[in-house]
């Protein structure tokens, strides 16, 4: 006689790790239309106008009846010419979150500790939780710095460390760690020490020429932001031919499809677009913090394209609750035994126009 769904066991039929973790939560995503939008540090702009036909040639005749590239060649060599590498130092994923899972399912088996700093990135989190491993959590000083700790055995267990992973600038901050600390951090470090470079592209300086310095140093970096392709998901590591070799072990067979391919690949190519919007987002960055601080705000100095920012007389959550009524969307993070801040995507002009005037209008009638 059958067994009714009733009858059967009730435990769980999916590992305990995952019964037991709440997952990683996107910023909100709103689909009709109506939004500022300035919570999940999209660009603002459009991308390169060679993307486009980039994915028109790639759509044409049956290509996209075949498999893609599973290695992305056509991309590793023109991110090669234009960053100073070689193409074998490259490693292409669906965004830079997947080669994060790549590298902690590569390096960190279950029981094992990886160390991040926090406040940071909270995927981080889940993918430990994901894999079974134990995420050591070391705080940033007030300054936003890593403490003299950060270098030693895993709290939880005394053992050492089998990854770590800075993000560099840093969210929600956007602080940025110099190159020459980070390569002294991994000659202390027992373990490969992994620079997320999600928003590199807005900063004065970079780790890339690392890499060739040390096997210990892996970059991430992603093309959602600096590009303009965050509809896209690509993104892409480098490191040492070696290091490379491995991770392709972990890898999906064709974790870029050809689409993504084309896009990323014309996208990286137009360095003149990349400049240009370089320029634009940092001087758009520069008007909010100066406009913010004449608010009130606590704003710490941002090498990203968004700003971290607190206010000591009204609450942050009460803000971000206000501008989002206004249909105004920004990011309200806490973090236990931090604290809770906002962070603010830099939009293009007319948005954050509208979000300092809404912003403005909310601290005089809390004021009433």
Same mark, same amino acid.
């Given at each position: 006689m059958a067994i009714s769904s009733s009858?059967? *066991? %009730?435990?769980? &039929? #999916?590992?305990? +790790?995952? @019964? @037991?973790?709440? !997952?990683?939560?996107? !910023? +909100?995503? $709103?689909q009709d239309a109506g939004w500022t939008k300035l919570n999940t540090n999209e660009n603002p702009y459009s991308p390169s106008v060679? #993307?486009?036909k980039a994915i028109a040639t790639a759509c044409e005749g049956r290509s996209l009846a075949k498999y893609p590239d599973p290695? @992305?060649?056509q991309f590793r060599t023109q991110a090669a010419d234009v960053l100073g590498v070689r193409p074998d130092m490259i490693l292409c994923g669906n965004g830079s979150d997947d080669l994060l899972t790549i590298l902690v399912r590569c390096y960190v088996g279950a029981g094992d500790a990886m160390r991040v700093p926090t406040p940071s990135y909270i995927l981080y989190q889940?993918?430990? *939780?994901?894999?079974?491993v134990l995420c050591d959590k070391v705080a940033?000083?007030?300054?936003? &710095?890593? $403490? +003299? %700790?950060?270098t030693s055995p895993n709290t939880l267990t005394g053992e050492p460390v089998r990854l770590v992973v800075i993000p560099n600038p840093n969210s929600p901050s956007?602080? &940025?760690? $110099?190159?020459e600390q980070l390569l002294e951090l991994a000659e202390q470090l027992p373990c490969p020490l992994v620079v997320d470079e999600a928003y590199?592209?807005? %900063?004065e300086s970079n780790c890339l020429d690392l890499v060739e310095q040390s096997d210990r140093i892996i970059v991430t970096r992603s093309m959602s932001k600096s590009y303009a392709l965050a509809g896209i998901r690509f993104g892409f590591a480098v490191a040492q031919p070696a290091v490379i070799e491995q991770l392709a072990k972990v890898k999906d067979s064709y974790n870029c499809d050809a689409i993504a391919i084309a896009a990323a690949t014309a996208a990286i190519a137009d360095q003149d677009w990349l400049m240009k919007n370089q320029s634009s987002i940092r001087a758009t960055r520069a008007r909010l913090v100066t406009q913010l601080r004449q608010f009130g705000f606590s704003v710490v100095d941002s090498q990203a394209n968004f700003v971290w920012c607190t206010h000591p007389e009204f609450s942050h959550k009460e803000i971000y609750e206000s501008l989002r009524e206004r249909s105004i969307l920004i990011r309200f993070m806490a973090y236990s035994g931090w604290g809770d801040g906002l962070r603010?995507? #830099?939009g293009t002009d007319a948005e954050i126009d509208v979000l300092l005037g809404a912003i403005e209008s909310i601290m005089q009638e809390k004021k009433q």
């Amino acid at each position: 006689m059958a067994i009714s769904s009733s009858q059967q *066991d %009730s435990r769980p &039929l #999916v590992r305990q +790790e995952i @019964a @037991a973790i709440a !997952g990683y939560i996107p !910023g +909100e995503q $709103p689909q009709d239309a109506g939004w500022t939008k300035l919570n999940t540090n999209e660009n603002p702009y459009s991308p390169s106008v060679n #993307v486009s036909k980039a994915i028109a040639t790639a759509c044409e005749g049956r290509s996209l009846a075949k498999y893609p590239d599973p290695f @992305a060649n056509q991309f590793r060599t023109q991110a090669a010419d234009v960053l100073g590498v070689r193409p074998d130092m490259i490693l292409c994923g669906n965004g830079s979150d997947d080669l994060l899972t790549i590298l902690v399912r590569c390096y960190v088996g279950a029981g094992d500790a990886m160390r991040v700093p926090t406040p940071s990135y909270i995927l981080y989190q889940t993918l430990a *939780d994901i894999q079974g491993v134990l995420c050591d959590k070391v705080a940033f000083t007030d300054k936003w &710095l890593l $403490p +003299e %700790s950060f270098t030693s055995p895993n709290t939880l267990t005394g053992e050492p460390v089998r990854l770590v992973v800075i993000p560099n600038p840093n969210s929600p901050s956007g602080t &940025l760690l $110099p190159p020459e600390q980070l390569l002294e951090l991994a000659e202390q470090l027992p373990c490969p020490l992994v620079v997320d470079e999600a928003y590199g592209d807005f %900063s004065e300086s970079n780790c890339l020429d690392l890499v060739e310095q040390s096997d210990r140093i892996i970059v991430t970096r992603s093309m959602s932001k600096s590009y303009a392709l965050a509809g896209i998901r690509f993104g892409f590591a480098v490191a040492q031919p070696a290091v490379i070799e491995q991770l392709a072990k972990v890898k999906d067979s064709y974790n870029c499809d050809a689409i993504a391919i084309a896009a990323a690949t014309a996208a990286i190519a137009d360095q003149d677009w990349l400049m240009k919007n370089q320029s634009s987002i940092r001087a758009t960055r520069a008007r909010l913090v100066t406009q913010l601080r004449q608010f009130g705000f606590s704003v710490v100095d941002s090498q990203a394209n968004f700003v971290w920012c607190t206010h000591p007389e009204f609450s942050h959550k009460e803000i971000y609750e206000s501008l989002r009524e206004r249909s105004i969307l920004i990011r309200f993070m806490a973090y236990s035994g931090w604290g809770d801040g906002l962070r603010i995507t #830099v939009g293009t002009d007319a948005e954050i126009d509208v979000l300092l005037g809404a912003i403005e209008s909310i601290m005089q009638e809390k004021k009433q």
